[in-house]
């Protein structure tokens, strides 16, 4: 037997501990606003790992603050000039603390249904048993490093520097996220979360209506203004999606707010949107306007290098009988911040299936299996790949100051 064979046979004999796995983890909440559960929940994912893969070569904790603190863990080869290939992985979830007690996982045919299995803990798993797999069948590895954060529902605040020094002392990047149909994300969009504050001036609606400066009335007109500036073909879209003003309907009102979700195929759209928001103005000379806000993840465009990367993803899963699709998506994780940095990213690598943040998120147990194999087989090639060339890590510096330029 060749070694894809052994992998794909090893992996089927472990179905039952892989799913258990799952439901342990689904099992223990990790909202991302819960620092007590999150700091539970790290702790049982740190004795997992020890369980399954044994000792890390190197360990590094780092407080998070008032997010899920951040665990980063080394398993490196005997070679110290083997490639580097940093695995990103987040452990919140969108779930409240609670939701377990109405939705228990549970195990239908191939389905696997409950809180973060689609969004992302399935890709956890898949991770960790493609490194057993890999070591127990003596398959090459490159040097590995797991960077796990419990931040990324919330954009990533107190992670976002970690994963970037973890990240820039790598080779290529591999985000766990779960899949679009089975297709690993070569592209995400970059997002802007900004918010508008208008103040006017309140005045009796009825008796007194000139002297008052409406908000809302501004505020009107600059949502019209900021939904034109959706360009669905170069994949802009603006969406003003909370609007609060005023106090009474007798009152003209004195102060609005809304906030807004941008999303971004280029740098260029970027600096475009960035323009419009800078010369938002109101019509009244005396209401003020503030924006607040910035792009929260860079755009993840599909560089040379990511393409490259696709290509052996590929030729992993052509090994293991099956087709690998990419695609390019609106939603952004944390393979935004690995691309900004210059560096290959391959998203999208964890579990197929659907519904995240939805009620009825599942994933497929087979494809769980499938993942797993492939995952073994791409780090297989990744060991034999050479290193980035270094004017590519000489832009880096560069692309890290652009991509912080707005926050
Ligand atoms: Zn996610």
Redesign the pocket.
């Known amino acids: 037997m060749n070694v894809i064979s052994d992998l794909v046979t090893w992996t089927s004999l472990k179905r039952p501990d892989m799913v258990a796995d799952l439901f342990t983890y689904v099992c223990h909440e990790t909202p991302s606003d819960d620092k007590a559960l999150l700091d539970a929940g790290l702790a049982w994912i740190e004795k997992w790992l020890h369980e399954r893969l044994g000792k890390p070569d190197s360990r590094r904790h780092v407080d998070g603050g008032a997010w899920g603190d951040i665990l980063i863990l080394d398993y490196a080869t005997d070679n110290e000039d083997d490639a580097w290939v940093t695995a990103l992985c987040?452990y919140d979830t969108v779930w409240s603390a609670g939701t377990l007690t109405q939705w228990h996982p549970t195990i239908e045919g191939d389905r696997f249904s409950g809180p973060g299995a689609f969004?992302?803990k399935a890709g956890t798993v898949q991770l960790v048993w493609a490194l057993k797999a890999s070591k127990e069948l003596g398959m090459p590895l490159p040097n590995v490093r797991l960077v796990l954060t419990g931040d990324?529902?919330v954009g990533s605040p107190s992670s976002r520097p970690v994963i970037e020094r973890e990240a820039l002392r790598s080779d290529a990047v591999l985000v766990f996220?779960a899949s679009a149909d089975g297709a690993v994300k070569t592209a995400r969009k970059g997002v802007g979360l900004f918010q508008i504050q208008i103040t006017g001036r309140e005045a009796h609606a009825g008796l007194d209506p000139e002297a008052g400066v409406s908000a809302i009335d501004e505020m009107a007109r600059v949502i019209v203004e900021l939904h034109a500036q959706t360009d669905m073909d170069n994949g802009t879209t603006v969406n003003v999606g909370l609007v609060k003003g005023g106090t009474r309907p007798n009152v003209t009102a004195g102060t609005a707010t809304a906030e807004l979700d941008i999303r971004v195929s280029s740098e260029g759209e970027a600096r475009r949107i960035d323009a419009v928001l800078d010369n938002l103005a109101t019509r009244h000379p005396e209401a003020v306007l503030t924006v607040t806000g910035g792009w929260n993840r860079p755009v993840m465009p599909r560089s040379l290098q990511t393409g490259k990367l696709f290509s052996t993803a590929q030729a992993a899963a052509t090994q293991l009988g099956f087709d690998l699709n990419e695609t390019s998506v609106g939603g952004a994780?944390d393979g935004n911040i690995a691309a900004a940095l210059g560096l290959p990213v391959l998203d999208g690598l964890g579990a197929i299936g659907d519904g995240a943040h939805a009620r009825n998120e599942w994933i497929s147990i087979d494809g769980m299996l499938e993942r797993t194999c492939l995952t073994s087989a791409l780090l297989a090639e990744l060991h034999y790949d050479s290193k980035l060339p270094t004017p590519e890590r000489l832009l880096t510096e560069h692309r890290l100051q652009r991509a912080n330029s707005r926050h």
Do not use: A, F, L, T
């Open positions: 987040h969004d992302m990324e529902e996220e994780s």
